[in-house]
């Protein structure tokens, strides 16, 4: 018997509390002008001190499992994606389990920074057409609050707050995950990283007093090799399954920075402007949650036909970056 992973429900949250660029132009030495040439972004969500990305996942996985009719009891496993987790352990899709009363699911964390959304999939993908799981709840969720150094100004502008959730099925009508690519380089890991907190460098006065506890990025670097992989992510993954860039009706990209999201939009001369989809200047980058949240949101707006693709892609920390090609399938896109 074979079976066709499908996304079937998503959902996604944002925390209320909006922190705009003349917010930090009193925070650092900054201002809108800058912020929004160099970045695109115009502001971002930032979570209360009592959410977390439990929290925040639970709203978002309750959002998903409404849309695709699914109760938590149905659910098989949860996979969460983050790299800030509520603790280092027990892994937030055990909270997350517990707080929806997903009581037979299996539950784990997955970390591969921003492109944590695709290689959940990806895994969720597998374990569904393997036949495995039926029914696989995927989380990101990110509190980049956290760990983000409102003192530093090349890096406290880009971040924000979020989770995004889907669900993944082998029943009922949705978006097929057609192909999923995924690649990583761990030789660039000390160009975007946060140095302290793990078994490395444990907490302690010491790293404290060096705040390395926060993100650390070498932003002109991580910009090249984020556009160049990106591009060559989502060619590989096109030709996985023989299509190619006409066939694709929507383009997510990472929502990092709209010059890099532009910089691969150039990349697709065939794709008009207008079926690029950008959340970036609203909500900042959100790491893992940013390709889900978009997703969400495209979904949420536009009326797909059956058939259409839709090419996600994403680049982050490690250095990971993935691309996957969804395609509606099914009466409900008439
Ligand atoms: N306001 C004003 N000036 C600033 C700011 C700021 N917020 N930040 C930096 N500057 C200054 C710098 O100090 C520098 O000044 P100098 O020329 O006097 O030295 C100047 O602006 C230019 O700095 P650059 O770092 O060269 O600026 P750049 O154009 O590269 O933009 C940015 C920086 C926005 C970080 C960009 O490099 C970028 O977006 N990089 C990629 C980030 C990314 O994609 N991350 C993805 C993964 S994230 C994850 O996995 C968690």
């Known amino acids: 018997m074979s079976f066709i992973a499908k996304i079937i429900g998503t959902g996604a949250y944002l925390p209320e509390r909006v922190l705009t660029n003349r917010d930090l132009e009193q925070m650092v030495e900054t201002s809108n002008e800058w912020i929004v040439t160099r970045t695109g972004i115009e502001e971002r969500r ?27 009891e149905q659910v098989d496993l949860i996979l969460v994606a983050t790299l800030t987790p509520d603790y280092i352990f027990p892994s937030t899709a055990c909270l997350i389990q517990h707080a929806i009363g997903a009581k037979r699911a299996a539950a784990f964390d997955l970390q591969a920074a921003c492109s944590g959304y695709l290689y959940a999939l990806s895994m969720a993908k597998a374990f569904v057409e393997t036949g495995a799981y039926c029914n696989v709840l995927v989380i990101a969720s990110e509190k980049l609050s956290s760990i983000t150094n409102y003192k530093d100004r090349s890096t406290c502008v880009l971040f924000g707050d979020g989770a995004a959730a889907c669900v993944i099925s082998a029943q009922g009508e949705g978006l097929a995950i057609e192909a999923i690519q995924l690649g990583a380089d761990g030789e660039q890991a000390n160009l975007l990283m946060m140095p302290a907190g793990g078994s490395r460098n444990p907490p302690s006065v010491e790293t404290l007093a060096q705040e390395l506890h926060f993100i650390k990025m070498a932003g002109n670097e991580v910009f090249k090799h984020a556009v160049r992989r990106m591009e060559s ?70 009326r797909l036909k059956a058939g259409e693709n839709i090419l996600l892609t994403a680049f982050g920390g490690g250095f990971t970056w993935g691309a996957a090609v969804l395609r509606s399938v099914g009466e409900r896109y008439a």
């Open 233 to 302: 992510a989502c060619k590989d993954c096109l030709d996985r399954i023989g299509l190619v860039e006409e066939d694709v009706s929507w383009l997510i990209p990472h929502q990092a920075n709209l010059r890099i999201i532009d910089a691969i939009a150039n990349r697709f001369k065939h794709l008009p402007e207008e079926r690029i989809f950008k959340t970036v200047q609203k909500y900042g980058n959100t790491s893992a949650s940013s390709v889900g949240i978009a997703l969400d949101e495209l979904l949420k707006k536009a």
């Open 46 to 72: 930032i979570a209360r001190a009592d959410e977390y990305p439990s929290t925040m996942g639970v709203e978002a996985a309750k959002r998903a499992l409404a849309d695709a009719n699914i109760a938590p």
